[in-house]
Structures are given as structure tokens and as C-alpha cells.
């Protein structure tokens, strides 16, 4: 079967397909909606840069009444911050089994692993990859991760994956033109 064009690059339609069922998106912190990096000051201050195409594209999936998630291993309350401003629905911190916090959320959803995408970037991504429907990495991701996923974005991580992700998912749902744009120009 022939790939479609997208603003993204040529895309498999059955990707396509399999994201046109996603219910739930996931993602990880560090290194996938961030660059990776984590500044300290020299008391208790931590910081990490966010990019605001990401937000875009997690806010999108919002509005369309697609469930939004953070498992992520660590815990820092500026990641509850900036969900909040996101409207990510549910922030799962300090979560050393990543497939066990996604089994519960999805039970809680009443949703199927295959209507779950997970975005992730390292080795502790792994067990939530183990179950999910679909499997992305950022570009910059290792390369066991980048092995073992279905796709793997043109963006790196903390640079716009998570956003070219929402906007493969709204193509699939026909929310969003392949070439960027949204169906009912909106923008």
C-alpha cells in the first residue's frame, strides 16, 4: 500500500489507521516532552525547558475529547504545573512501573490497550511500551527504544515530538489535514 504524504513526511496508512482508535495518549518526561536536560540551582530549585509546540498539540488532543496521560519515574512539582496549564487529565509521578500505572489507568478508563499510544525515549519506557497499541519515540531516543518502536517521530524530544504525534493522531481522525491544517480551518 502506497504511503500517504504528510507535513510530517510520508506516513504507512496502517499507522495511520492504528492511531485513528487511540483513546488515550501517554507520554514520559524527560526526554520526550522535554530535551532532557534538568537544571539545578545551587538550593532546591529545579527547572526544565517545555516546548510550547508540544502544548499545542496536547491542548488539541484535549478539545477532541482525547484522554491525555504523564507516567513518568520521577517527581517534580513542575511537571504538575505545567500539565495543569495543558489540561492533561492525569499526572502519574514517582511511578517505577510504568506498565502497572498504565494496566490501572486504563482499567479506570475502561479503555484498551490498543486504543493507548505511548510516546517514550529510554529503557524505563519499556514496560508501558510492553502494552500499549502503539509505540513512539522521539528521533533522539536510544536506540533499543527507537528498536522496539512502531514509529519514530522527525522531531526530537522536548522539540516538538509529542506535537507531530497529536497531529498524526488528529490526521488519522480526520480533525487535521496531512498537510498541517485543520478540516474545518479553525486556523
Known amino acids: 500500500m502506497e504511503k500517504i504524504n504528510t507535513c510530517y513526511g510520508k506516513i504507512d496508512p496502517n499507522m495511520l489507521s492504528r492511531l485513528s482508535i487511540v483513546k488515550l495518549l501517554v507520554f ?11 537544571y539545578y ?9 517545555f516546548n510550547v509546540k508540544d502544548g499545542f498539540g ?6 477532541e475529547g482525547i484522554h491525555t496521560a504523564v507516567i513518568t519515574g520521577r517527581q517534580a512539582p513542575l511537571v504538575q504545573r505545567r500539565m495543569k496549564d495543558l ?6 509521578q514517582g ?3 510504568k506498565k502497572e500505572a498504565l494496566t490501572e489507568l ?8 490498543d486504543e493507548v499510544v505511548a510516546i517514550g525515549d529510554d529503557l524505563n519506557d519499556m514496560p508501558m511500551f510492553r502494552v500499549a497499541g502503539v509505540v513512539v519515540c522521539p528521533n533522539d531516543a536510544h536506540p533499543f527504544i ?4 512502531d514509529y519514530i517521530t522527525t522531531l526530537k524530544g522536548g522539540c516538538g515530538a509529542v506535537r507531530e504525534l497529536c497531529d498524526l493522531i488528529l490526521m488519522s481522525k480526520g480533525i487535521m489535514n496531512f498537510d498541517g491544517g485543520y478540516a474545518d ?3
Open 58 to 63: 496536547i491542548v488539541a488532543l484535549f478539545m
Open 28 to 38: 514520559d518526561v524527560d526526554g520526550t516532552i522535554t530535551d532532557g536536560g534538568i
Open 106 to 113: 486504563c482499567k479506570s478508563l475502561n479503555i484498551g490497550f
Open 41 to 49: 540551582d545551587n538550593e532546591s530549585i529545579e527547572l526544565k525547558k
Open 95 to 97: 511511578q517505577s512501573d
Open 87 to 92: 489540561k492533561v487529565e492525569y499526572v502519574m
Open 185 to 187: 480551518e479553525r486556523y
Open 146 to 149: 527507537k528498536s522496539k518502536s
